[in-house]
Each structure stands twice: as structure tokens, then as C-alpha cells.
């Protein structure tokens, strides 16, 4: 069969992801005429067209660029770098298009906004009345935070050829080393565990909603949001909507089990003899359920003791909830944090950027750096005061080489640039609160800052460049940095 992509000069680098790129064009397609039979349920509402034809030019796009290109039998892992990026671009192009057509609040740079945020589950929004959106639109918006949780490149891995060495390539450029750290066995084996947990938290969690006498609808959602780690929500009061503590609790539970690596919660259901590591034998979830449980209590005695709260228990309950949605960079609210004292903003602030587990949807730092580093400095700080053999780093029974500790500085270091970067570019328009809190906020996929861009506002007073610059930083949070930078660097380079 002849081929659409030219395969000599610079192109034929490039045709692989383009063919890749055409596999998770489909996947977007499959959700978007989900959507749509949703629509049509609804009536056929108003997002019913713009979600069939938004399908229809997903779909014949992917299966253009997969019939004009032709597989490539060996992969490196900067095809692997390249195919992740394109991936994600497509998508989020093409994922624009239903709000594109749509109308309404989505102007041209709003709608290809609400695509990132929603693939790269960071939860940010330019809607000032989300409750106006039609239900195959509002379905449509979190479902792609949905497959975004998982990772679409993920996904991808599963319909590509058996051949190892693809899905290895695959799976080592878009998960980082420390979310594979659990697992020895093939990593096409290690997609599969991830996927058939989120499965389940999503499911389980979807019907422990409905039990509470919510719509299936908004149970469905709800837990699609929580298990991404994304927060979209169909109210506009966020899940401060229902007023339960019982929501409160099982989204509470949902978002911290899709902050914890996936492959740990498998094997602790299903141990088999070549990893023995659970949930509870293992040192960074011990870390981030003992860190998340210290800002609990922080944030409640806060609340409490400065008056905020005159109820013992409704301080518990805003700050367990808030807490959670923001370690797990879900972006949930219940409460405007903007009105909290300024201590429980500080708290809140280190939990975004610390964030939950690799292996995870989570975003952020992720707790697995951080315990290396402050191993790191330890070690540093007794070296220094005479101790010997104290530079070996373990976690979890696995020694880290000063490789692995100097990748892991390089990548926080660059992380805190990206944010002082941000902070700038939105502090154009912006105060010092909000500016800096966005970029976070964008980095760590959470959502919600402080400021104009806190948990009860959004992101619609960004002018045009912020925007965009909004959407690149979010991005680069999303595929943790330098796979998209070595794609970047790839397109200039010889």
C-alpha cells in the first residue's frame, strides 16, 4: 500500500508518531460518540452534533495517518519521547474541536484550554457556568480527564504489535522509572495491571455514589473525575454541590487510592512470588498517607482554633476533604479555601506540589522524589559531620545510584524553573497570589490555586498568552518534563 507520509529527510523520523498518533486519534473518537449516544439520551441535546462530527473527524484522521504510514520495527527510546508528545498534542487538538463547535464561553483559545486541562486531568477551567453545559458535553469534558488519567499513550501501547521491545519503548517513555520501580515483569503486563485497577476504583467508586441516592449520572462522573485525579465536576459549587459528608468520604477514599501507585494496589490484592510489595510494606505509601494525615490535623486545628470553624467536626471534615483533593492534585472543593487562614493556605500550597505516588494519575513532584531527596540530604548532612558509608540511598530495598539521585534533583530543579517561569508570565496581569499559585497549579495537574484561580473561581481572567502558556505548562507537567523536551529538541535538531 502506498504511503500519504513521504519516509526520507526529516520526515521519516516523524512517521511513527504520526501513525501512533492516528491510534489514540480513534480512542478519542470511541469518546466522543459515547458522548454523543449520551447526548442523544438527553434528548439530543446541543452538544449532539458537535460531538458526532467532532467523532467522525477524529476518527477518519487516525485512520488516514495509520494507513499512510508504515510501522517501524525498531523503536529508541527518543521514538519513544516523540510518539508520547504527539500523542498528547493530538489529542488535545482534536479534543477542542466538540467545544470549538459548541460555542458559548469556548472562543478559540478557551476550548483548546478546557482540552489540555481535561487530558492532562489538571482540572483548570475558563467556565463560568459549567451547569449550562448540555450532558453529552459535560460527559465529554471529563471523560477525556478520564483517559487522560490513564495515559493515552498507555492505552495506545495495548493495540500496537506484540513485539517487546515496542511496548517496552512505549511504556519507559511515558511512565517515569519510579512508577516501575514496583514491578520486574514485562511492562506490557505492568499497562495491563494499571488499567484493570483503575477499572475497578472507577466502577466500585461510581457505585458507592449511586448509593447515596445521587443520579447515575452524576455518580458516573464524579468517580471518572475522582480515580483521574482531575476534579472537572457538573456543578459549579464543585462537589460542595450535594453537602454530604458520605460523598465527601468516598471521594476522599476514590482520589487518594488514584494518587497510590496502581501496581502496589494489585499485587496487595493479588501478590504473586516475584514482588512482594504491598500497600503496606512499602515506604513512600507510608510517607504520603503519613503526610497526608499531618496536614489533616494541621489544617483542622487551624481552622478550629482561629474561629473559622466554631464545629470541631466540620473543620475536620472541610480540611480531610480538601486536603485529600489537593495531595492527590484532584482539585475537588467544598470550601473557598481563598477565605481559610493563612496557615491552611501555606498547608495546602505543599500539598500541591508535593502531590501523590509515581505509578499513579496523580501529578506533582511525587512522593517517591521527595522521600529520595530528604534520604538524599540526610546522607549529605552526616557525610559532612564525619559518619562513614551513609551516600547509599535506599527505597523501599532498592538502592539508588547517584544517577538516579541526580536525575531526580535535575527534574525538581527544572520543575521549580517552570514555576518561577509561569509565575512570571501570569504575574503580567495578575497578583503575586494567584500568579504563583497557577503555576503550581498547572505544573502539578491540580487545578486550583489561591487568588482569582482558587478553589470556588477559574482560569477565564488569563489573557490570550497566558492561556497558552497555561496550556504548555500543563503539558510538560503532565509528561513530567523531559519527554516533551526531548521532542522539542528533536524537531531542531539534525
Known amino acids: 500500500m502506498p504511503l500519504f507520509f513521504k519516509t526520507d529527510g526529516k520526515m521519516k523520523k516523524w512517521n511513527t508518531t ?31 452534533d458537535p460531538l458526532v462530527f467532532s467523532g467522525m473527524a477524529a476518527l477518519f484522521s487516525g485512520f488516514f495517518a495509520i494507513i499512510g504510514t508504515k510501522p517501524q520495527e525498531k523503536m529508541t527510546i527518543e521514538d519513544g519521547f516523540r510518539i508520547v508528545t504527539g500523542c498528547w498534542i493530538a489529542a488535545c487538538v482534536f479534543g477542542a474541536i466538540p467545544y470549538l463547535l459548541f460555542g458559548g464561553e469556548f472562543t478559540v483559545v478557551n476550548a483548546f484550554f478546557e482540552s489540555v486541562s481535561g487530558f492532562t486531568t489538571t482540572g483548570a477551567s475558563i467556565l463560568n457556568n459549567i451547569e449550562a453545559l448540555p450532558n453529552g458535553l459535560q460527559f465529554w469534558r471529563i471523560a477525556s480527564a478520564w483517559i487522560g ?15 517487546h521491545d515496542r511496548h517496552s519503548v512505549l511504556a519507559s517513555a511515558e511512565l517515569s522509572d519510579l512508577a516501575k520501580s514496583y514491578y520486574g515483569g514485562r511492562k506490557k503486563h505492568f499497562v495491563y495491571r494499571m488499567i484493570v ?24 462522573t464524579l468517580a471518572m473525575s475522582a480515580c483521574s485525579t482531575c476534579g472537572f465536576c457538573t456543578k459549579n459549587l464543585s462537589v460542595g454541590f450535594y453537602d454530604s459528608w458520605v460523598v465527601d468520604a468516598i471521594l476522599c477514599i476514590a482520589m487518594l487510592m488514584g ?37 489533616i490535623l494541621a489544617v483542622t486545628a487551624n481552622l478550629y482554633f482561629s474561629g473559622y470553624c466554631t464545629s470541631f467536626p466540620k473543620a475536620l471534615r472541610l480540611a480531610a476533604f480538601q486536603v485529600c483533593s489537593l495531595s492527590t492534585t484532584t482539585g475537588f472543593a467544598t470550601a473557598d479555601t481563598n477565605l481559610w487562614p493563612t496557615g491552611s493556605m501555606a498547608i495546602l500550597l505543599l500539598c500541591s506540589l508535593v502531590c501523590g505516588c509515581s505509578g499513579s494519575t496523580s501529578g506533582g513532584m511525587k512522593m517517591d ?3 529520595i531527596v530528604v534520604k538524599s540530604l540526610k546522607g549529605m548532612v552526616n557525610s559532612l559531620i564525619g559518619f562513614k558509608n551513609v551516600n547509599r540511598i ?11 539521585v541526580t536525575s531526580i534533583l535535575a527534574f525538581m530543579g527544572t520543575y521549580i524553573l517552570i514555576i518561577a517561569i509561569g509565575s512570571l508570565i501570569f504575574a503580567l496581569s495578575m497578583d503575586f497570589k494567584t500568579s504563583l499559585t497557577a503555576s503550581i497549579a498547572c505544573i502539578g495537574s491540580v487545578g486550583p490555586g489561591f487568588g482569582e484561580v482558587g478553589s470556588m473561581g477559574n ?19 503532565r509528561v513530567e518534563i523531559f519527554p516533551m523536551l526531548i521532542a522539542i529538541r528533536s524537531i531542531f535538531r539534525r
Open 18 to 48: 504520526i501513525r501512533y498518533a492516528g491510534f489514540s486519534l480513534i480512542g478519542v473518537a470511541i469518546l466522543m460518540f459515547i458522548s454523543a449516544f449520551i447526548a442523544f439520551r438527553n434528548n439530543t441535546d446541543d452538544s449532539f
Open 149 to 163: 488519567g490513564i495515559g493515552i499513550v498507555t492505552l495506545v501501547s495495548l493495540v500496537i504489535s506484540g513485539q
Open 197 to 220: 485497577v483503575y477499572l475497578i476504583i472507577t466502577s466500585v467508586s461510581a457505585i458507592a455514589l449511586r448509593l447515596t441516592k445521587m443520579p447515575w449520572f452524576d455518580a458516573t
Open 259 to 295: 494518587a497510590t501507585n496502581f501496581s502496589l494496589m494489585f499485587s496487595t490484592v493479588w501478590p504473586d512470588k516475584g514482588n512482594r510489595k504491598t500497600l503496606f510494606n512499602t515506604q513512600v505509601v507510608r510517607w504520603f498517607l503519613a503526610l497526608v494525615t499531618i496536614a
Open 369 to 371: 522524589r521527595f522521600v
Open 394 to 404: 535506599k527505597l523501599d530495598g532498592q538502592v539508588k545510584t547517584e544517577g538516579n
Open 459 to 477: 482560569y477565564a481572567g488569563l489573557l490570550g498568552f497566558q492561556k497558552v502558556a497555561a496550556m504548555l505548562i500543563m503539558l510538560l507537567g
